[in-house]
């Protein structure tokens, strides 16, 4: 069956631009999460979605990070005013559930490589 | 503060040889262990998880809570095990399934 689709896979813009990052899960999947991936880095945690509620926004950077998930399926993560600092490979994985057990194995993305100049 | 620690960036053997890729943790609960594999041009997947208890692919970690360790080992490593290995948590407290990644090891595996 299909897996986690990240679209665009690759996304150039400049400093100072807005940029919208797109997930779609594996069906069915009702946690959703978003991670970055910096050079060099292991990924590291931005937001996490339970259906269509953002139920931890605890590893957003700061105010111009903001990501929804309106239906409960695809998530759109959002970057406003984009920095240099924010380049990165960005990640999303589903999951069927968040508590512990075999159903709560992540299935990641392929990612989005971001370059801002 | 929850911290998944990888101490070696690069990790090279040959063919044959034993493979054990550390991971220490600091995590004042009781977390879940991870290992997350990348395979050159492929996507992040799972290996194995210490609540599992299998081998997966010859590989096998456990988890010790006393050394909060959880290396990942297999005795004779082949090519295609050539990789990039994260480690990772997810806390057990107030859990969100989040997971706390390490800064990963190259593994490298000449013939």
């Known amino acids: 069956g299909a897996g986690v689709s990240q679209t665009p896979s690759n996304k150039v813009t400049e400093k100072g631009k807005y940029v919208e990052l797109r997930c779609d899960p594996i069906s069915g999947h009702t946690a959703l999460y978003w991670y970055r991936q910096s050079l060099g880095q292991g990924p590291e945690f931005l937001i996490y979605?339970?259906?269509?509620?953002?139920?931890?926004d605890s590893g957003l950077p700061n105010d111009r990070f903001f990501a929804v998930r309106p239906e409960g399926s695809v998530s759109t993560l959002k970057i406003q005013r984009t920095e240099r600092g924010d380049s990165a490979v960005y990640l999303c994985?589903?999951?069927?559930?968040?508590?512990?057990?075999?159903?709560?194995?992540?299935?990641f993305g392929p990612g989005t490589r971001l370059t801002v100049l | 503060a929850q911290r998944v620690t990888q101490p070696e960036k690069l990790l090279s053997v040959f063919k044959g040889a034993p493979v054990e890729l550390k991971c220490n943790y600091s995590y004042s609960g009781s977390p879940e262990l991870f290992w997350y594999v990348q395979y050159s041009r492929q996507r992040l997947q799972l290996l194995l998880r210490h609540i599992s208890r299998e081998s997966i692919k010859g590989f096998t970690a456990d988890l010790n809570k006393g050394e909060t360790s959880f290396h990942l080992k297999k005795p004779f490593a082949q090519e295609e095990d050539s990789a990039m290995y994260y480690c990772?948590?997810?806390?057990?407290?107030?859990?969100?399934?989040?997971?706390?990644f390490g800064q990963g090891t190259t593994l490298q595996v000449k013939p």
């Open positions: 990772a948590l997810s806390g057990s407290s107030g859990n969100t399934g989040k997971l706390i």
């Open positions: 994985a589903s999951s069927l559930t968040r508590t512990s057990g075999r159903n709560n194995e992540q299935f």
């Open positions: 979605f339970q259906g269509t509620g953002a139920a931890d």
